[in-house]
């Protein structure tokens, strides 16, 4: 999961991409980049970082330019402590092209291979958003050779990209001296929308929020293996460049990764967090009486919408049990089990009135490793609760992600091979309620008649690409055992406390 955003305007746009990319950092806190583009010259920064601790003045006065594009990289792909490996991507040849994306390519080993051994082309980091650059790079030379750009060009560079990589991914890409190049994956996984301010300035972004916040107007969302390319002149065109597109949004974006004042394929996030409250509230009360429960507190903060619908569903106060301090990061973004569990009671601490002698129902978002879950649990027993009942607004985390999201391996997931009586045993939990998947997709697809479905793997273990296989699940586990031996240092845990949202 990343942020990203493209800009094309009349005016310099260094300071709208920053702003945008304030808006976007909840997508990724681990490194930040601009990249503008005056006349046919880049101009690029990016580094480890937040976005407010990687631009100074100095650095924005160096990004000249009415066209440009930025990223917050949350790693899941390559090394997460290369700053090579920060975005956007810059390649030289065809034209000048730099790239930002969003989303993480199934196929990229092989499509590496191929790029060298046939294409010519070769690829210096372990990140396979390079992988993608280099591929759109190929197609735009074979189209454009001995021949102008023109917009049905760059659209057939697309339809052959969407023929070679799989997996997802949302792109925005520029194209020196010609324009502003954005598309989605044609299953629409990883999310991507574009707006207009009424000076007849483009942004495209990965959340709508992104877009309001700087005072453009949604347009709608890229659709699912879409193109859009916009000129120099600020001309807008779009296409379809995918031969069966279907739209099957992330469902964790609902769950807990995106904001939710945003809106994504037309669906309220908000929303959809509320019509989960609703159904886990149906869940709880088929599972346990609501009357041993007192009272009901989130755990902050994408859990709230969800925990306030529960409670007024069951009919109990909804209090604000746990203070969250702000300047500490999200758990489940950060490297290192150990620092993950050190950071979390300096992250919440607990309001001691709204626990002591009484039956709590604990609402999480989701609950990944249990280890979050686990600690926070104590804490109410500490506070003096006299039960601690714990519920997800979504279904056991059971599977890896291989979409984007940087899920842990199999065995670091609580709910793996495990029932739901021992992960309840293992959290220390009095109850443990979980959402239904089935439940679950039923009230979000009811905000939006035109999805085809989900991607919801990490819940129910289907792969909608159809491409992926045991064999890539052992290299990602391979990897992620890897980087965790690098996580576990001094530094690394230095490094977990600095950056970071919520999960478990």
Same mark, same amino acid.
């Given at each position: 999961?990343?942020?990203?955003?493209?800009?094309?305007?009349?005016?310099?746009?260094?300071?709208?991409?920053?702003?945008? @990319?304030? @808006?976007?950092?909840?997508?990724?806190?681990?490194?930040?980049?601009?990249?503008?583009?005056?006349?046919?010259?880049?101009?690029?920064?990016?580094?480890?970082?937040?976005?407010?601790?990687?631009?100074?003045?100095?650095?924005?006065?160096?990004?000249?330019?009415?066209?440009?594009?930025?990223?917050?990289?949350?790693?899941?792909?390559?090394?997460?402590?290369?700053?090579?490996?920060?975005?956007?991507?810059?390649?030289?040849?065809?034209?000048?092209?730099? @790239?930002?994306?969003?989303?993480?390519?199934?196929?990229?080993?092989?499509?590496?291979?191929?790029?060298?051994?046939?294409?010519?082309?070769?690829?210096?980091?372990?990140?396979?958003?390079?992988?993608?650059?280099?591929?759109?790079?190929?197609?735009?030379?074979?189209?454009?050779?001995?021949?102008?750009?023109?917009?049905?060009?760059?659209?057939?560079?697309?339809?052959?990209?969407?023929? !070679?990589?799989?997996?997802?991914?949302?792109?925005?890409?520029? $194209?020196?001296?010609?324009?502003?190049?954005?598309?989605?994956?044609?299953?629409?996984?990883?999310?991507?929308?574009?707006?207009?301010?009424?000076?007849?300035?483009?942004?495209?972004?990965?959340?709508?929020?992104?877009?309001?916040?700087?005072?453009?107007?949604?347009?709608?969302?890229?659709?699912?293996?879409?193109?859009?390319?916009?000129?120099?002149?600020?001309?807008?065109?779009?296409?379809?460049?995918?031969?069966?597109?279907?739209?099957?949004?992330?469902?964790?974006?609902?769950?807990?990764?995106?904001?939710?004042?945003?809106?994504?394929?037309?669906?309220?996030?908000?929303?959809?967090?509320?019509?989960?409250?609703?159904?886990?509230?149906?869940? @709880? $009360?088929?599972?346990?009486?609501?009357?041993?429960?007192?009272?009901?507190?989130? $755990?902050?903060?994408?859990? !709230?919408?969800?925990?306030?619908?529960?409670?007024?569903?069951?009919?109990?106060?909804?209090?604000?049990?746990?203070?969250?301090?702000?300047?500490?990061? !999200?758990?489940?973004?950060?490297?290192?089990?150990?620092?993950?569990?050190?950071?979390?009671?300096?992250?919440?601490?607990?309001?001691?009135?709204?626990?002591?002698?009484?039956?709590?129902?604990?609402?999480?978002?989701?609950?990944?490793?249990?280890?979050?879950?686990?600690?926070?649990?104590?804490?109410?027993?500490?506070?003096?609760?006299?039960?601690?009942?714990?519920?997800?607004?979504?279904?056991?985390?059971?599977? !890896?992600?291989?979409?984007?999201?940087?899920?842990?391996?199999?065995?670091?997931?609580?709910?793996?091979?495990?029932?739901?009586?021992?992960?309840?045993?293992?959290?220390?939990?009095?109850?443990?309620?979980?959402?239904?998947?089935?439940?679950?997709?039923?009230?979000?697809?009811?905000?939006?008649?035109?999805?085809?479905?989900?991607?919801?793997?990490?819940?129910?273990?289907?792969?909608?690409?159809?491409?992926?296989?045991?064999?890539?699940?052992?290299?990602?586990?391979?990897?992620?055992?890897?980087?965790?031996?690098?996580?576990?240092?001094?530094?690394?845990?230095?490094?977990?406390?600095?950056?970071?949202?919520?999960?478990?």
């Amino acid at each position: 999961m990343c942020g990203i955003v493209g800009v094309i305007s009349r005016s310099p746009v260094n300071q709208l991409i920053y702003d945008a @990319l304030l @808006l976007l950092q909840h997508r990724g806190q681990d490194a930040a980049g601009i990249v503008t583009m005056q006349g046919n010259k880049c101009f690029m920064h990016k580094a480890r970082g937040m976005v407010r601790d990687v631009f100074r003045t100095r650095n924005m006065r160096a990004l000249p330019g009415s066209i440009g594009l930025g990223q917050v990289r949350y790693p899941t792909a390559g090394n997460a402590y290369n700053e090579e490996e920060a975005q956007p991507f810059y390649v030289n040849a065809p034209f000048g092209l730099v @790239l930002v994306h969003n989303g993480n390519l199934t196929n990229a080993q092989g499509l590496k291979t191929e790029l060298f051994d046939i294409d010519r082309r070769h690829i210096n980091t372990e990140s396979d958003s390079e992988v993608l650059l280099n591929v759109l790079a190929h197609e735009l030379e074979q189209v454009a050779r001995d021949l102008p750009l023109s917009p049905e060009a760059v659209f057939q560079a697309v339809r052959a990209v969407h023929k !070679r990589i799989k997996g997802s991914y949302a792109v925005i890409a520029l $194209i020196a001296g010609h324009g502003l190049l954005a598309f989605r994956d044609p299953f629409g996984i990883r999310p991507l929308c574009f707006g207009q301010a009424a000076d007849g300035e483009f942004m495209v972004a990965s959340e709508s929020v992104a877009l309001e916040g700087n005072g453009f107007q949604l347009v709608r969302d890229v659709a699912p293996g879409e193109a859009l390319f916009i000129d120099m002149n600020g001309t807008l065109h779009t296409q379809q460049c995918a031969e069966n597109p279907t739209l099957n949004p992330c469902m964790f974006e609902f769950v807990y990764l995106a904001r939710p004042d945003s809106v994504m394929d037309g669906i309220s996030v908000y929303q959809a967090r509320l019509n989960m409250g609703e159904t886990l509230a149906q869940r @709880l $009360i088929s599972t346990m009486p609501p009357s041993d429960i007192d009272v009901v507190i989130p $755990i902050p903060e994408s859990s !709230r919408p969800s925990a306030m619908q529960l409670a007024h569903r069951i009919g109990k106060p909804y209090r604000e049990g746990f203070v969250k301090n702000r300047y500490v990061g !999200r758990t489940f973004i950060m490297p290192g089990q150990g620092a993950r569990k050190k950071s979390v009671r300096q992250k919440l601490n607990a309001i001691g009135l709204e626990f002591k002698g009484r039956n709590v129902l604990l609402v999480d978002d989701s609950i990944v490793r249990g280890t979050t879950s686990k600690e926070i649990v104590q804490m109410a027993r500490e506070a003096g609760a006299r039960k601690v009942y714990l519920a997800s607004a979504a279904p056991p985390v059971r599977f !890896r992600n291989v979409y984007g999201i940087d899920m842990p391996t199999s065995e670091e997931l609580v709910a793996h091979n495990r029932s739901i009586e021992e992960i309840r045993a293992f959290i220390g939990a009095d109850a443990l309620i979980y959402q239904d998947v089935d439940a679950m997709k039923r009230v979000v697809a009811a905000l939006q008649p035109n999805l085809q479905g989900f991607e919801a793997s990490c819940f129910d273990g289907r792969y909608i690409t159809g491409d992926v296989t045991a064999e890539d699940f052992a290299k990602l586990e391979a990897q992620r055992r890897a980087q965790g031996d690098e996580e576990d240092g001094p530094a690394r845990t230095r490094l977990a406390l600095q950056s970071g949202g919520e999960g478990q």
